[in-house]
């Protein structure tokens, strides 16, 4: 009897222990048109908490999707001209900061090139639908054009969370931002210790400090000779993103050439923006603490090339609303950083 009554106590203490012992584990899903990838580092319940980053992330895409019936953009987007539209919290959270990087870029970063994006079949539910691409033509990007320009498109109430459409076809789509304002939020809604959240690129730390590599950019048909053009350090509470032109792209022939078409589309132009020569950025990787920033500044450095993204990354720091550094990687594959960061070169 004495002995049965030690057994017990030995299994009691054995499942206290585990209890309040740190685990990890490694979760990958399909949100937001891309993957995501949860690892949990320290955790009492590694996997569920896992599973409840994933949650959040379903959450949010079913309000800020453009294309999912029911969500805020797709409201927004099929409304009648003038009527506002009553949105989430989020949405109007992720409404300021797109405005916020949309006026200090010039309109370089801009949610309602949205009819441009959809125009060249980029946007999530039409991206590599054709087995043969034919860009569009002039004048149906001049077409499009007409309707994209945030300030002149869509006008958002804050006080009464709002957001109403202006113009007539005109469409409004955070995939520029979204992302990185998701593995921002959803670091801080689960218990773990460490943790790292990739979604699609954007990436968020937690409770330690983390070696993140930058997809080397350059190409050759596509294939990379080495997989990171260089790693840099994220620290706990910072969230990087990083937007290139070699992630989804068209291939057209032209003779013996062939002709890429990246899915950056310069609002000015309507076309692709030009990442090609010693101002032309091809990769741009902005880290701060807030991730829907980091997302949009990212998009806006490629729109604007080398010397106007740096001018831009200047007036941001002077302006101060943000903490941030980056790394800017031009046509000629040499890099340059802004702010305080140490980033390693592996290429």
């Known amino acids: 009897m004495k002995s049965t009554k030690i057994f017990l106590v030995l299994i009691l203490v054995i499942i206290c222990i585990a209890s309040f012992t740190a685990c990890s584990a490694t979760e990958q899903y399909f949100v937001f048109g891309t993957f995501l990838t949860v690892d949990v580092a320290s955790s009492v319940r590694p996997s569920k908490d896992a599973r409840t980053v ?10 800020l999707s453009p294309t999912l019936e029911g969500s805020d953009l797709n409201r927004i987007n099929n409304a009648e001209v003038g009527v506002p539209v009553v949105c989430h919290a989020e949405t109007m959270e992720i409404m300021s900061v797109a405005e916020y990087v949309f006026e200090a870029s010039d309109g370089a970063y801009d949610p309602s090139v949205y009819p ?7 946007s999530g539910d039409t991206f590599g639908e054709l087995s043969a691409f034919t860009p569009p033509t002039a004048a149906e990007i001049l077409l499009k054009k007409a309707v994209v ?20 076809g005109a469409m409004l789509d955070f995939g520029g931002i979204a992302k990185g304002y998701a593995s921002d939020l959803a670091r801080d809604i689960v218990s773990a210790k460490k943790m790292l959240i990739d979604l699609g690129g954007n990436i968020s730390a937690k409770g330690k400090t983390y070696t993140i590599a930058v997809a080397n950019p350059s190409r050759r048909d596509r294939q990379f000779a080495t997989p990171y053009f260089g790693v840099l350090e994220l620290k706990d ?4 993103s990083t937007s290139g032109d070699y992630e989804r792209y068209y291939t057209v022939k032209a003779g013996d050439a062939s002709v890429y078409y990246h899915h ?22 902005v880290i701060s603490s807030n991730g ?5 500044v990212a998009t806006a450095i490629v729109v604007l090339g ?13 302006d101060g609303r943000y903490p941030f550094s980056s790394v800017v990687i031009n046509g000629e594959m040499k890099s340059e950083t802004f702010g305080n960061i140490s980033f390693e070169i592996e290429v």
């Not at 992330?57 to 079913?62: C, G, V």
């Not at 829907?292 to 949009?296: E, T």
């Not at 080398?306 to 002077?318: F, H, N, R, T, Y």
């Open 54 to 63: 994933k949650s959040y992330m379903d959450a949010l895409e079913k309000i």
């Open 116 to 122: 441009l994006v959809r125009l060249w079949k980029f």
């Open 149 to 168: 320009g945030l300030d002149k498109a869509f006008k958002a109430d804050y006080e009464n969370r709002t957001i109403t459409k202006l113009l007539p």
């Open 237 to 240: 509470g910072e969230c990087i």
């Open 264 to 285: 950056i589309i310069n609002p000015a132009t309507g076309y692709p923006a030009d990442t090609s020569g010693a101002d032309g950025v091809v990769s741009a990787t």
């Open 292 to 296: 829907a920033f980091a997302d949009a």
């Open 306 to 318: 080398k010397e106007k993204g740096l001018a831009l990354l200047e007036a941001l720091e002077k």
